[in-house]
């Protein structure tokens, strides 16, 4: 019933609407116009009208439509990033204290371990030694200057592309706290086919804050609490 009802009243307004605009000077001259068509100027003015109609109730719903698909979009869009930013703080729930820092004796000690897993042969491997990068002059930006930046440079010769990219796989996956800052490659000297490579693996770490004074008062008071009583008999 309340659907008939609103259909009624639509057709109401609609008739009243259209009987006003009739009465219009601008609806007059133009029922005046259509009445001076030819028929088939008549036919086509009314399936004009119809298409126009028809595309008005057409693009009623696409835009309803359009615009809840951007919205479901911009949903899957946040909760992709939500559940990102959740497993990120999983994870960092799970490092260990001990996983968020290595000393540069064990970074280096960890590398020289994992580089025969590569079967590199004894001449590629030329050296892994100490490196530190605030030295170097090779400041990373956005880190502060307080920060160590203490870790290793392996200089390794004769590698294939293959194998560059496997030993950079190798030195970040090592260890979580280093990171690869650097890698440079240049033809070798002997056999252009080949080339020889220089990584820098980097662990950050932030300086312990020095220990902080006993305060002067405290010891004196303890030390006036040691100190012997004077006996007031010991000349009887």
Known sequence: MAFEDLREKLAEQWQLTATRFLESPMGAQLAERY?????????????????????????LPWSYYSASGEKVEAFEDSRQALQELFQVHRDSGELSASSLSIDQDTLISTIQGQLPTLRLGPEQVKSVQPYDNKAAGKQVPGIPANVNQQGAEVQLAKLNLTQIVDVAH???????????????????????????????????????????????????????????????????
């Open 170 to 236: 190798m030195l970040v996956a090592a260890t979580p706290a280093a990171k690869l800052v650097g890698l440079d490659v240049q033809a070798a000297a002997d056999d252009p086919r080949y080339f020889d490579a220089i990584y820098r693996v980097v662990a950050f770490s932030v300086p312990e804050p020095p220990a902080k004074p006993e305060p002067a008062g405290r010891s004196q008071r303890g030390d006036s609490g040691n100190a012997p009583e004077k006996g007031s008999g010991g000349d009887d």
């Open 35 to 59: 009445e001076n068509l030819p028929p088939a100027g008549q036919k086509g003015v009314i399936a004009g009208a119809a298409a126009l109609v028809a595309l008005a109730l057409f693009m």
